[in-house]
């Protein structure tokens, strides 16, 4: 079965501090990779992701994101968090089977606190 | 354009209530769902539909019943809450384009069941 691990749940930082968050996923076939935020008291909204193309992208606020497929990694970076980067967030992932499921797979999300 | 919006925002039930909390989405997205959020288990779906009239079990659907009507609605019904439903409930839409689809989120309903 598909599954997403994100292997820090509280991280807390002070500004300016870079930032590191991992995801791990385990499927063997094409996926497309995802991270979410959740601002306090907010929906949740995209923040990146990838299905092709260069390995390497970046999303709103200064984040970017590597997927290295030999890894089943797709971890997210930021290199000077700002105090409104406290939130959580979430790497998701579509793995594609037999019956192409449109289904993400979630990790449990990470919490990001910021000291300003 | 509103995205995804929720009805209620809040609500409070008694043990063996029942309910059932809307979810629209004016973006004409094939794909609905229903989420669940709980403290140290992220998100888990309870249902989806991949288009007007169906719907599917996730991860989490015991308990709870959808229906999808209309393209733009998607409802989760409780017949009989129970405490161990208190959480807090977002809706999903996403549309149909090859496997890279973003899901757009409403704000949530938070449901807590006496």
């Known amino acids: 079965a598909q599954s997403v691990s994100q292997h820090n749940h509280h991280v807390i930082l002070s500004e300016a501090a870079s930032l590191e968050l991992g995801c791990n996923y385990s499927?063997?076939?094409?996926?497309?990779l995802f991270w979410y935020v959740q601002y306090p008291g907010q929906h949740l909204q995209l923040l990146l992701k990838y299905f092709s193309g260069d390995p390497l992208v970046k999303g709103i606020k200064g984040f970017e994101a590597e997927f290295i497929k030999s890894k089943f990694s797709f971890n997210l970076r930021k290199p000077s968090v700002q105090w409104s980067d406290t939130a959580e967030y979430f790497c998701?992932?579509?793995?594609?089977?037999?019956?192409?499921?449109?289904?993400?797979?979630w990790g449990l999300g990470t919490s990001l606190a910021v000291n300003p | 354009n509103a995205g995804v919006t929720q009805t209620p925002k809040f609500r409070v039930l008694k043990t063996g209530q029942s309910m059932t909390l809307l979810c629209a989405q004016d973006?004409?997205?094939?794909?609905m769902y229903w989420y669940r959020q709980d403290p140290g288990m992220g998100l888990r779906l309870i249902h989806y539909?991949?288009?007007?009239?169906?719907?599917a079990k996730g991860e989490v659907p015991d308990g709870y019943n959808v229906s999808r009507l209309k393209k733009q609605n998607f409802l989760l019904g409780l017949e009989s809450a129970a405490p161990s439903q208190t959480s807090v409930y977002f809706c999903?839409?996403?549309?149909?384009?090859?496997?890279?689809?973003?899901?757009?989120f409403g704000p949530g309903t938070r449901l807590l069941v006496l």
């Open positions: 499927y063997g076939g094409t996926v497309n």
């Open positions: 973006m004409n997205h094939e794909y």
């Open positions: 999903a839409s996403s549309p149909y384009s090859g496997g890279a689809e973003t899901q757009y």
């Open positions: 539909s991949v288009g007007e009239g169906t719907t």
């Open positions: 998701a992932v579509n793995g594609f089977n037999a019956g192409n499921n449109r289904k993400l797979i």
